[in-house]
């Protein structure tokens, strides 16, 4: 408990240092195009990014005098944090040198962001989970301010702020209720104290609630979806594709730990606002985005509703106040699709980025008009991940889908059977918006002819996306497995 073993941590003490290396290089370049920042962050990523997967089948290890747990859980979310950086610093890099917004920030912040990730997801003390939190939602207002000069930004900016900061100290205060209730930070001892049944249950659920909500906002859940759309419309694209990827991954671990680890006693409390939370998000999400002309904002609603598939998944785990067998399938579903969804967003925000040019932003459903015309292969592509999100076989999204409502059908509980059934029926509704997309790409007439071009790299690494999109979609075991495992041992420890 004392030992500090700075050896377990020594990916996170690595990025540390290489964030503090790309900002004193930077102060030294003068390349417009950041060529060394940029080289130099990617492969701080990479590395971060091997080590995180080379250590995957390592046993689970707490550090830091019992602040950090290091197991496969946390290995397999920074490893794929670490990834979705990598890609989305590709798309945006771009983007960024059109708008002027190219600058040291832009990497220095990327890399605090995917350490205040790694904090979250291996948090093993109430403290250690604020800390991360805070550092990666931080890192992420000042990346959305990134056009200092553009109203708009600075606005959605200002809501992020204002409204992370109300959810932070929801989920601080419920943070502290849980501490005053049961005498301790760490969350392995919190779940020992409430399991003996002899502290107040009025304490602890009132604590929950407000955990809840926390957890709520970070997600992107209805009822606390508000910022979603503001900001994800009013940052620019390449911050709106950062806070859409890795941050999903940090919520969805911070939520594991916190209710899973340390409140599964009180599954029945915070079940059934997750189960409210999860509709409501499918509802809002699905309905809005039906009425969206605007690209980013439609984009924005579909994640509150994919959200609601993911809070469906974490809900589902504890059947009659009891996990049992359930939990596995319901955990890692749940993961699995916050990591399918991750990989489909980052291409879908990643060809707005590349359609867009100096003073054309590309954010309109009608910007798309006839892009088969003009780019068959971008096309093609973004095709992929309109089906994926939409849930079209054979791609990813519809696995993810699928295992989820497996999930929760394999309970043999009808409140989870009738909940699949509106989420399949509400999926078909929102399937409209998805093939909206594909209608205006594949059918409409183009208004600007131009053919579409974009750097080497990017082309590579978009079909890339794509690929994988289509290819785990029909192949899916491995990275089920991979899920699987990371939560099976995290549940052991």
């Given at each position: ?308 598939f993911v809070v469906l998944g974490l809900a589902s785990g504890v059947v009659n106040g009891q996990p049992d067998m359930h939990a596995l399938n319901a955990y890692s579903s749940a993961m699995f699709y916050a990591i399918s969804y991750v990989l489909t967003t980052l291409g879908s925000f990643g060809l707005i980025m590349l359609l867009a040019r100096q003073g ?134």
């Open positions: 408990m004392n030992d500090m073993n700075w050896v377990a941590v020594y990916p996170e003490i690595l990025l540390l240092a290489l964030a503090c290396v790309v900002a004193l290089v930077d102060l030294f370049v003068t390349d417009p195009r950041r060529t060394t920042t940029y080289w130099l962050t990617q492969l701080s990523l990479a590395v971060v990014g091997v080590m995180h997967f080379a250590a995957m089948g390592d046993a689970p290890t707490e550090t830091m005098q019992g602040m950090l747990v290091v197991d496969p859980l946390s290995h397999l979310l920074s490893g794929v944090s670490a990834v979705a950086l990598i890609i989305t610093l590709v798309y945006a890099r771009p983007y960024a040198e059109s708008r002027d917004i190219l600058k040291g920030e832009l990497f220095t912040l990327s890399l605090l962001v995917l350490l205040g990730v790694n904090v979250m997801v291996a948090a093993n003390n109430f403290l250690t989970t604020y800390l991360g939190l805070e550092l990666m939602s931080l890192s992420l207002y000042a990346l959305t301010a990134l056009r200092r000069d553009h109203t708009i930004s600075t606005e959605a900016a200002m809501k992020y702020f204002v409204l992370g900061a109300l959810a932070s100290g929801f989920l601080l205060y419920g943070l502290s209720m849980m501490y005053g209730a049961t005498g301790s930070l760490s969350i392995p001892r919190v779940f020992e104290v409430i399991s003996t049944g002899t502290v107040n249950k009025g304490v602890l659920v009132l604590g929950v609630v407000f955990v809840v909500a926390g957890l709520g906002f970070k997600l992107g859940a209805a009822p606390f979806h508000m910022w979603v759309p503001d900001v994800y419309q009013g940052a620019p694209t390449a911050a709106t594709l950062l806070i859409g990827g890795a941050p999903k991954l940090a919520a969805l671990g911070m939520t594991l730990r916190l209710l899973v680890e340390g409140m599964l006693p009180l599954a029945t409390d915070w079940q059934q606002m997750m189960l409210v939370m999860a509709v409501a998000s499918l509802v809002v999400g699905n309905l809005a985005a039906i009425a969206q002309s605007n690209l980013k904002r439609m984009l924005a609603y579909s994640t509150i509703s994919q959200m609601g054309f932003e590309s954010e309109q459903i009608s910007d798309l008009a006839g892009l088969f015309k003009r780019s068959p292969w971008f096309a093609f592509v973004m095709a992929i991940y309109m089906f994926s999100l939409a849930g079209i076989p054979p791609m990813v999204g519809f696995y993810g889908k699928l295992a989820v409502l497996q999930a929760m059908v394999t309970t043999g509980q009808s409140l989870y059977i009738w909940l699949a059934v509106i989420a399949v029926l509400l999926s078909l509704v929102g399937a409209f918006y998805y093939l909206r997309v594909v209608k205006v790409m594949f059918f409409d007439e183009p208004t600007d002819h131009s053919p579409v071009t974009a750097p080497a790299d990017a082309r590579v690494v978009m079909s890339l996306n794509g690929a994988a999109v289509l290819v785990l979609g029909l192949v899916p075991s491995g990275l089920l497995a991979l899920c699987t495992q990371a939560v099976v041992r995290a549940l052991a420890h």
